[in-house]
C-alpha cells in the first residue's frame, strides 16, 4: 500500500480520542484503505472490506503472541462510527447532527463503507483552514511561530565567528613517496616481478600479468617493513619460497597478495624446516670465522642468487620484462 492520507489535528480533540485506542486504529484503517478517486465501481471514501479483514487489518502483537479484537467489539466500533459525528469535546454542540462519520452497506460476503465527507478530508488545497467534515468546522488558523531573540541570534553569530577563529586550518596532506631505483624497496619490487613473471610464464598465463607499478609494489614492501614489523633478514627467503611453494606460487603475483598471507607463508616455511633463523645464524658465524662477507637472504633476492634448488632468471627473460 503506498501514498498518505491527511489527518487533522483536531482527531485529538474528539470523541473517538477519548475511546479505547481500538476505535482510531479501526478509524484510521478505513481512511487509509479508502478510494481517493473512483476506481473499480467504488466512488472516492469507498472501502470494500470485511469483518474479519478489519479483524486481521488492526491485530496487534505482544511478544512473540498476535493479539486480535473480537468481532463484537469491531461491530461496537463501526456502530459508534455510525452513530457518531466527529464533535470536538471542547464545543460538543458545533457538529452538524446529520453528518455521521460513516454508512455502511451490505454486500455479498462484504460490507461497503463510505466514509462522510472524503473528500473534504482530503482537499490538499484547504490546508488547514478547510472543513474537516463530519461534523467539525474550520480549523483555528495555525498558531505563528515565534521569532528567536534576535539578541541570542547575535551571540549565537558571535560564538560561529570565533568558533570560526579558533578553528584550526586543515594540515596539508603529505606529498606522496617516490622511490628511486637504487631505493631497497624499489629493487625488491623489481626483483619480485621477475620471478613472478617467471612463475606465469611456466604456467603459461604470462599474458594475463598486469604490468606493475613498481611505486606502489615499493611502497608496499615499505610498509610490510614499518607496520607489519616483517624483518629484513627473513623477507628474502619467504618471497622465494612463496614462489616456488606448489601452492602459493600460483596466488603470488603482486605485494599486495604476498602481505596478506605473509604470516601463513613464514609459518609454512618455517615448519618444512626452510629458510630458519638458526641456519641465517651459522652462515653469518661462518662468514666471519673466515673474514668473508655475508649477504642476507633479502640481498641475495635481488642480486638474483637464488639458490642451487631454483635456476637464475635468464637474461633473455629479463630483458623481455624490463620491456613491458
Known sequence: MDG?????RKLIESEIWEKPPLYAKVWIYLLLSAQHTQYKGLKQGQ??????????AVSW????????????????????????????????????AKAMMITTTKATHKLLITISNYGVYQDLKSGESNDEGNGEKAAKPPRKQRQPDNINNNDNNDNNEQQGKNKKPPSPKSPKRT?????????LAKRFHELAYKNAQDAGTAHLIKKPNFQNWANTFRLMFERDNVHESEIGDVVKYALSEPFYRTIIFSPDNLRKHYIAILTKM???????????????????QTGGSYESPTEDLILGKSGSEEEP????????????
Open 4 to 8: 498518505w492520507i491527511s489527518l487533522h
Open 47 to 56: 472501502v470494500l472490506t470485511s469483518i474479519p479483514e478489519i479483524i486481521d
Open 61 to 96: 502483537k505482544v511478544g512473540a503472541r498476535r493479539e486480535r479484537p473480537t468481532k463484537d467489539q469491531i461491530y461496537q466500533v463501526l456502530e459508534f462510527l455510525r452513530g457518531k459525528a466527529m464533535k470536538s469535546k471542547r464545543s460538543p454542540d458545533e457538529s452538524n
Open 179 to 187: 622511490y628511486s631505483e637504487d631505493d631497497l624497496y624499489y629493487r
Open 270 to 288: 618455517r615448519t618444512q624446516g626452510g629458510g630458519g633463523r638458526g641456519q641465517r645464524k651459522a652462515s653469518y658465524a661462518a662468514a666471519a
Open 313 to 324: 632468471v635468464s637474461e633473455e627473460l629479463l630483458q623481455r620484462i624490463r620491456s613491458t
